[in-house]
């Protein structure tokens, strides 16, 4: 069942041209003229019910205008788009009622009051049974380890205490869709591993779809098997992780463990990435076969203690399809 359906959606902003200078000021008041960009473009996609999605892009490619239409706050320019079977900016609260919605940089936690106080007021808002709020807010607080801190002022807690609350709330009245907007931006790695550890047990476990969009790319790794990456308002991939690490994953990182130093490895397609003491990473853009013949090739020829071949980091993928793209739309802008 799709829970989400987007179909050739479109949403520009019409802008007010400034003109600069005192002059320009004057002629403002005389002559209105607009730009129009459009933040997202003809895109298309549906996700099904318990899925787990990464929505990927670069800077102002579009990610938080797609949330927003989802959640009804923006109202499309074109096309059409489905959330729970709705149209978002038309049944906002009926569908507020079966999402949750968690954006890094904001907060819907009252600052100066105790956490329990915000989760207090979303009971009421939301009008969840005694029963069922504290069988959620028990499992949120024993899973994200929130137990010592719900009595402090929110202003008390510290960034990633504070994203825990976050989490926790907006899951208190068992939403069937999660939006997250970098959950775990400026985190430590504690923080965040507590965090993705949660939210794939809401989304395995409790069939949480999970739409979330992040920089972190070990969040989409380990949260989100499926990935939709947008780029200047267009859709440019959407399918696996595996699939995408499958077509543009071709590096390979060899660790290798030397008994003695063998200095420069006389040997082609293969680059020193990393140098510690007697332990070298290489990076070689073969398949895995390949490079497997390569490792034993250098045990034949080398003093090697021990030897692990590293499949590419997602990361290095995504950098990987970014340069792509960034390459076709240079060659465009040269034919052009």
């Known amino acids: 069942m799709d829970i989400i359906a987007a179909n050739h959606l479109t949403k520009s902003y019409r802008q007010y041209r400034r003109?600069?200078?005192?002059?320009?000021?004057?002629?403002?008041?005389?002559?209105?003229?607009?730009?129009?960009?459009?933040?997202?473009?003809?895109?298309?996609?549906?996700?099904?019910?318990?899925?787990?999605?990464?929505?990927?892009?670069?800077?102002?490619?579009?990610?938080?205008?797609?949330?927003k239409m989802m959640t009804g706050i923006l109202v499309p320019t074109a096309g059409d788009i489905r959330v729970l079977g709705a149209v978002p900016h038309e049944a906002r609260k009926t569908n507020a009622r079966q999402i949750g919605v968690v954006f890094g940089q904001r907060s819907q936690l009252w600052w100066d009051l105790p956490v329990t106080d915000s989760f207090d007021l979303h009971k009421t808002i939301y009008q969840i049974p005694e029963t069922k709020f504290k069988q959620n807010l028990q499992m949120c607080m024993e899973l994200l380890s929130i137990h010592e801190f719900v009595e402090k002022p929110v202003r008390q807690l510290s960034l990633g205490q504070r994203m825990r609350v976050e989490i926790a709330m907006a899951l208190l009245h068992e939403p069937r869709i999660l939006f997250l907007d970098e959950p775990?931006?400026?985190?430590?790695?504690?923080?965040?591993?507590?965090?993705?550890?949660?939210?794939?047990?809401?989304?395995?476990?409790?069939?949480?779809?999970?739409?979330?969009?992040?920089?972190?790319?070990?969040?989409?790794?380990?949260i989100c098997p499926r990935m939709i990456v947008v780029n200047k308002g267009t859709l440019v991939y959407d399918g696996s992780v595996e699939e995408l690490r499958a077509r543009l994953g071709n590096e390979r990182r060899v660790v290798i463990d030397f008994r003695e130093d063998p200095g420069p490895l006389d040997m082609p397609g293969i680059t020193l990435l990393q140098e510690e003491g007697l332990r070298k990473t290489y990076l070689v853009s073969r398949s895995e076969s390949t490079v497997f013949e390569l490792v034993s090739r250098i045990a034949a020829r080398y003093p090697v203690e021990d030897a692990s071949i590293e499949s590419a980091d997602i990361e290095s993928v995504i950098r990987r399809l970014y340069r792509q793209l960034a390459d076709e739309e240079s060659i465009g802008r040269q034919i052009g």
């Not at 931006?185 to 992040?214: C, P, S, Y």
């Open 19 to 67: 003109f600069p200078g005192l002059i320009g000021s004057v002629r403002s008041l005389f002559t209105r003229q607009f730009t129009e960009e459009t933040a997202v473009n003809d895109i298309s996609f549906t996700i099904g019910e318990g899925e787990a999605v990464g929505y990927l892009g670069p800077n102002g490619a579009g990610k938080s205008t797609m949330i």
């Open 184 to 222: 775990t931006i400026g985190l430590d790695v504690m923080a965040k591993d507590q965090i993705r550890h949660f939210l794939r047990m809401v989304n395995r476990e409790r069939k949480v779809t999970i739409l979330l969009t992040t920089h972190d790319m070990k969040d989409i790794e380990e």
